[in-house]
């Protein structure tokens, strides 16, 4: 149970035009409650070093075995302490983010956690900046200064007013300065951190999780430990386990046609995350064919949503029509304004007769279930058959491992000139579309080539402390996306879980969030 304990503030004068987080109510120091829990899911771990991670199997581990300085509670979208007492900005502009550790913070082996490690860990992150890694949502750092062992300040090269919520995610992990090496990634399968559990092994398909008894700080610990059984790209394994009751719930795996199935019958509990999932249609503009501006306007024209969804995904998705989704502040809908809700085949005919394409074009378009879900090779299908309908286009369609499709769209070497891409945000703010999507580092096959959004438009909603004022800047972005298209929007999903009878807290464990709450989930003992 989470007892109360007396906050220790940061020096006065340090804090004169601060907005701080501050703590108020605090777990820790305990073994758990409660039966062992067992979970399914098709994702994979790819590392374990927070460095390098970020992807959601990997964050699956790390957001339960790590703590950041902050982290976001259950339904809620403002920051709250973690391994900090408190934090905030302490200056008027929004570069200037200081935080104050808890006084007892240790490892899970017992040795000190300092603001030093802290340090560490930042800088690391951006010194090693892996090529698959979490160091883009800490770009605004440009130095970290630790006047003591408990006192941190971030100095910002631009303001950043969503920087709380970028280090509450697992790419604010903290980990131990004497385990991680400095310029490269650790390449074993052992943890250092301080989060709620502790990773006891990781062997093949199969992740034993403990409770961290050092743990200090808000989780209310329902469970007495976690084990993750990874079925990467074997949906059908992963209904089975659930069904045979090899595990006690489902996670991110499970195909639209097997949720309905789980959902009609009397014996599961499925519950749904908020419907922030995205997925995109991504052309490489250095391809000859998808990166011509004609081509994209007509490949604009001839997706049909609507009957995309009602054949693969009803009642599990809606169409987007936006960069940022329905539910997201300063939503908007342009490709709809611009291109339409139903199929143009003759304005798409248009646009390739007028920029002299008059034969077939071919395309590959590639797909992977471990970035877009289960359903992403039948989704590839479809879409290439609506782009085939009018003889505009000839598609091919590729499903390869999310590694191979992180490659092939980071070498550029024309294997995959259009990609189905699924987005999850980090936190719940506009921002988590706006710079992973668009800007240097992202996960598009370039950085979006366009001085007004990058250069203006994307810089000013990151110093706007009234999100709501935001808007208008937030509605040219994505208009200005719809007009060049550096992607394409396609629908928004849900996340999904699906829990046997005696599993509860699933509706706290997952949210707008990426991290999945290990802690929240309780099984009864019979």
Same mark, same amino acid.
């Given at each position: 149970?989470?007892?109360?304990?007396?906050?220790?503030?940061?020096?006065?004068?340090?804090?004169?035009?601060?907005?701080?987080?501050?703590?108020?109510?605090?777990?820790?120091?305990?073994?758990?409650?409660?039966?062992?829990?067992?979970?399914?899911?098709?994702?994979?771990?790819?590392?374990?070093?927070?460095?390098?991670?970020?992807?959601?199997?990997?964050?699956?581990?790390?957001?339960?075995?790590?703590?950041?300085?902050?982290?976001?509670?259950?339904?809620?979208?403002?920051?709250?302490?973690? *391994?900090?007492?408190?934090?905030?900005?302490?200056?008027?502009?929004?570069?200037?983010?200081?935080?104050?550790?808890?006084?007892?913070?240790?490892?899970?082996?017992?040795?000190?956690?300092?603001?030093?490690?802290?340090?560490?860990?930042?800088?690391?992150?951006?010194?090693?900046?892996?090529?698959?890694?979490?160091?883009?949502?800490?770009?605004?750092?440009?130095?970290?200064?630790?006047?003591?062992?408990?006192?941190?300040?971030?100095?910002?090269?631009?303001?950043?007013?969503?920087? *709380?919520?970028?280090?509450?995610?697992?790419?604010?992990?903290?980990?131990?300065?004497?385990?991680?090496?400095?310029?490269?990634?650790?390449?074993?399968?052992?943890?250092?951190?301080?989060?709620?559990?502790?990773?006891?092994?990781?062997?093949?398909?199969?992740?034993?999780?403990?409770?961290?008894?050092?743990?200090?700080?808000?989780?209310?610990?329902?469970?007495?430990?976690?084990?993750?059984?990874?079925?990467?790209?074997?949906?059908?394994?992963?209904?089975?386990?659930?069904?045979?009751?090899?595990?006690?719930?489902?996670?991110?795996?499970?195909?639209?046609?097997?949720?309905?199935?789980?959902?009609?019958?009397?014996?599961?509990?499925?519950?749904?995350?908020?419907?922030?999932?995205?997925?995109?249609?991504?052309?490489?503009?250095?391809?000859?064919?998808?990166?011509?501006?004609?081509?994209?306007?007509?490949?604009?024209?001839?997706?049909?949503?609507?009957?995309?969804?009602?054949?693969?995904?009803?009642?599990?998705?809606?169409?987007?029509?936006?960069?940022?989704?329905?539910?997201?502040?300063?939503?908007?809908?342009?490709?709809?304004?611009?291109?339409?809700?139903?199929?143009?085949?003759?304005?798409?005919?248009?646009?390739?007769?007028?920029?002299?394409?008059?034969?077939?074009?071919?395309?590959?378009?590639?797909?992977?279930?471990?970035?877009?879900?289960?359903?992403?090779?039948?989704?590839?299908?479809?879409? *290439?058959?609506?782009?085939?309908?009018?003889?505009?286009?000839?598609?091919?369609?590729?499903?390869?491992?999310?590694?191979?499709?992180?490659?092939?769209?980071?070498?550029?070497?024309?294997?995959?000139?259009?990609?189905?891409?699924?987005?999850?945000?980090?936190?719940?703010?506009?921002?988590?579309?706006?710079?992973?999507?668009?800007?240097?580092?992202?996960?598009?096959?370039?950085?979006?080539?366009?001085?007004?959004?990058?250069?203006?438009?994307?810089?000013?909603?990151?110093?706007?402390?009234?999100?709501?004022?935001?808007?208008?800047?937030?509605?040219?972005?994505?208009?200005?996306?719809?007009?060049?298209?550096?992607?394409?929007?396609?629908?928004?999903?849900?996340?999904?879980?699906?829990?046997?009878?005696?599993?509860?807290?699933?509706?706290?464990?997952?949210?707008?969030?990426?991290?999945?709450?290990?802690?929240?989930?309780?099984?009864?003992?019979?």
């Amino acid at each position: 149970m989470t007892s109360r304990r007396p906050r220790t503030a940061l020096p006065a004068a340090a804090l004169a035009a601060a907005l701080l987080l501050t703590g108020c109510w605090w777990g820790g120091g305990t073994d758990g409650e409660g039966e062992p829990v067992v979970m399914g899911t098709t994702d994979m771990v790819r590392t374990l070093d927070p460095a390098g991670a970020y992807d959601p199997g990997s964050w699956l581990i790390t957001g339960n075995v790590f703590q950041s300085l902050l982290s976001l509670p259950p339904g809620g979208t403002a920051p709250q302490p973690e *391994a900090a007492d408190e934090c905030g900005f302490t200056d008027r502009v929004s570069r200037r983010f200081t935080c104050r550790l808890r006084s007892d913070l240790t490892f899970a082996d017992g040795a000190g956690l300092t603001s030093h490690d802290v340090k560490y860990s930042f800088e690391r992150t951006l010194r090693i900046d892996a090529p698959r890694g979490p160091a883009a949502l800490l770009s605004a750092i440009d130095r970290i200064d630790t006047p003591d062992d408990r006192t941190v300040t971030f100095h910002l090269s631009r303001p950043d007013v969503t920087f *709380a919520q970028k280090i509450a995610t697992p790419a604010g992990a903290i980990v131990d300065h004497r385990s991680y090496p400095d310029d490269s990634l650790r390449t074993d399968d052992g943890t250092d951190g301080s989060g709620v559990y502790t990773l006891e092994s990781l062997d093949g398909d199969t992740a034993v999780l403990a409770v961290n008894s050092r743990y200090q700080g808000p989780a209310d610990i329902r469970n007495s430990g976690m084990t993750v059984r990874f079925l990467p790209g074997d949906e059908r394994g992963l209904r089975d386990a659930l069904t045979d009751g090899t595990v006690d719930l489902a996670y991110r795996g499970l195909t639209a046609g097997d949720l309905a199935a789980l959902r009609d019958g009397d014996r599961f509990t499925t519950v749904s995350g908020s419907g922030l999932e995205t997925q995109y249609l991504v052309p490489d503009p250095a391809d000859p064919v998808a990166g011509d501006p004609a081509v994209r306007r007509a490949l604009a024209q001839l997706i049909d949503r609507d009957a995309l969804l009602r054949e693969l995904l009803p009642e599990t998705a809606e169409p987007l029509y936006s960069l940022l989704p329905a539910g997201v502040l300063g939503h908007t809908t342009p490709f709809a304004d611009l291109y339409g809700d139903r199929p143009r085949q003759d304005r798409a005919r248009g646009e390739l007769r007028d920029a002299g394409h008059t034969d077939t074009l071919p395309l590959t378009l590639c797909a992977s279930p471990e970035r877009s879900g289960p359903d992403a090779t039948a989704a590839a299908e479809r879409i *290439a058959a609506q782009l085939e309908a009018d003889g505009l286009f000839r598609v091919t369609v590729r499903t390869l491992s999310g590694t191979d499709l992180d490659d092939a769209v980071r070498d550029g070497n024309g294997a995959c000139p259009l990609t189905l891409r699924g987005w999850t945000p980090d936190y719940p703010d506009p921002d988590s579309f706006l710079q992973p999507l668009l800007g240097a580092g992202g996960v598009l096959p370039a950085p979006y080539d366009s001085d007004r959004v990058t250069g203006d438009l994307l810089p000013a909603t990151e110093r706007e402390t009234d999100r709501e004022r935001a808007a208008d800047d937030l509605a040219a972005i994505q208009e200005a996306v719809a007009e060049d298209l550096p992607l394409i929007p396609l629908w928004q999903d849900r996340q999904q879980a699906v829990a046997a009878p005696g599993v509860t807290g699933l509706r706290w464990a997952l949210d707008s969030a990426t991290t999945f709450r290990f802690w929240e989930i309780a099984k009864d003992s019979a």
